[in-house]
């Protein structure tokens, strides 16, 4: 009788909630707004890039402010080029980390030091040499559709994987380590970045004006 009673018991408590399980533990998967902020961001940056090259004449894609000064076609090969660069760095090498929540609180707020000071462009840096523009693309619309392939591999991985980016990191010469979701917000950032400049190019007083009928 009294094991009956205690098995009612029980399971009277079960079912209030009383022996509630305790929170999963945290994990490094992205969660739904993470994904979606991404992604918005990502596309948003990337519809700015195009835009901004769109109709333009030869002229106009080649003309340099000055010699030291990259013409529209190379800013536009850099950020084509640290497309692809990054995303391979991401998913080649910092995915490829072991996985280590312990430096998650070290990350913690770098999300939005990115999307604030990349695109600043009052402090400027040398790109290296890995991601200056060599003519890489034979044609504008080679470059322009390689970059859509790449930023739209980039937001199809945003949106699909299930793997704990959170909890994997890679060095970043800015903001020392950074996990794998923010290196992604860096990417974007960067090309936002390299939009400004290129609007910086056509807003010199000396860039060509388009020929009537072009």
Not at 73 to 89: N, S, Y
Not at 178 to 199: C, G, K, N, P
């Amino acid at each position: 009788m009294r094991k009956s009673l205690l098995l009612a018991f029980l399971t009277m408590m079960i079912a209030a909630g009383t022996f509630a399980q305790p929170p999963a533990p945290e994990t490094g998967s992205l969660t739904k707004d993470e994904r979606e902020k991404a992604i918005a961001y990502l596309k948003q940056t990337k519809a700015k890039f195009l835009d901004s090259i769109k109709g333009l004449s030869d002229g106009q894609w080649k003309f340099k402010p000055a010699p030291d000064r990259w013409s529209v076609a190379e800013v536009a090969e850099h950020i084509g080029i640290a497309e692809q660069t990054l995303f391979g760095m991401i998913t080649g090498q910092v995915m490829a980390s072991p996985a280590d929540p312990s430096k998650r609180e070290a990350a913690k707020g770098k999300d939005e030091m990115i999307l604030k000071m990349i695109p600043d462009r009052t402090t400027k840096a040398q790109a290296p040499e890995i991601l200056k523009p060599t003519g890489r693309w034979a044609t504008r619309d080679a470059l322009t559709s390689e970059f859509e392939k790449s930023r739209d591999k980039t937001i199809g991985f945003i949106k699909n994987t299930t793997e704990p980016l959170r909890d994997h990191f890679g060095p970043n010469p800015v903001f020392k380590e950074l996990d794998a979701y923010q290196w992604v917000l860096f990417m974007a950032a960067h090309s936002e970045r390299h939009t400004l400049q290129i609007l910086e190019v056509k807003a010199d007083q000396n860039f060509p004006k388009k020929k009537k009928g072009y």
